[in-house]
């Protein structure tokens, strides 16, 4: 208990809680601007029609980055993070991570009207869905990949099978053995 006492005596004396709360500050600028830029995109940007009406989690018709999300996050970020460094005065200061996230909601509908909602779908879900494998012949659900992939064109039962073989195959070379 004597350990413990002095080790917390010794942290606080070094300014550990100082150091927390300025880890703990950046950390909210990053969360206020990731929910800011989210709902935004939910609220604002589905109801003005610059994003599609429904929300597609198939990554088969996503692209890989979203500028709209990502750029409206980054621009809260940056402007909440010099708030909170005091480049726009004690007052900025005080209400940085508010100050992030009107960043986020100002921007995300912007980038979206600017962009024209271009990035939101990489193909209508009636593509993939006509498609075959180029394995098996059976239909591409929506776990397929991206053209720019190793396993364009596979149906997901095709693809787990092909891996399957590939680590097979390169165990053997490897000269690993199973027990």
Not at 56 to 80: C, Q, T
Not at 95 to 109: M, T
Not at 150 to 157: E, K, T
Request: charge should be positive; aromatic fraction near 10%.
């Amino acid at each position: 208990m004597v350990f413990n006492v002095a080790l917390a005596l010794l942290l606080m004396q070094l300014g550990i809680y100082r150091v927390i709360q300025n880890i703990l500050g950046l950390y909210a600028n990053f969360a206020v601007g990731w929910m800011g830029a989210l709902a935004a995109d939910l609220v604002i940007n589905k109801r003005l029609g610059l994003s599609p009406p429904g929300i597609e989690f198939k990554r088969a018709y996503l692209y890989d980055i979203n500028p709209v999300g990502v750029g409206a996050m980054g621009l809260s970020v940056l402007v909440s993070t010099l708030m909170s460094f005091g480049v726009f005065g004690p007052v900025a200061r005080a209400v940085a991570p508010f100050g992030g996230l009107i960043v986020a909601f100002v921007a995300a509908p912007a980038i979206a009207w600017a962009t024209k909602g271009r990035f939101y779908l990489a193909r209508p879900p009636e593509d993939v869905a006509a498609q075959s494998c180029i394995v098996c012949e059976g239909g591409l659900t929506g776990r397929t990949w991206p053209a720019a992939r190793p396993m364009a064109g596979r149906s997901a039962r095709s693809a787990v099978r092909w891996r399957r073989v590939a680590m097979i195959s390169a165990s053997r070379r490897e000269g690993w053995r199973r027990a």
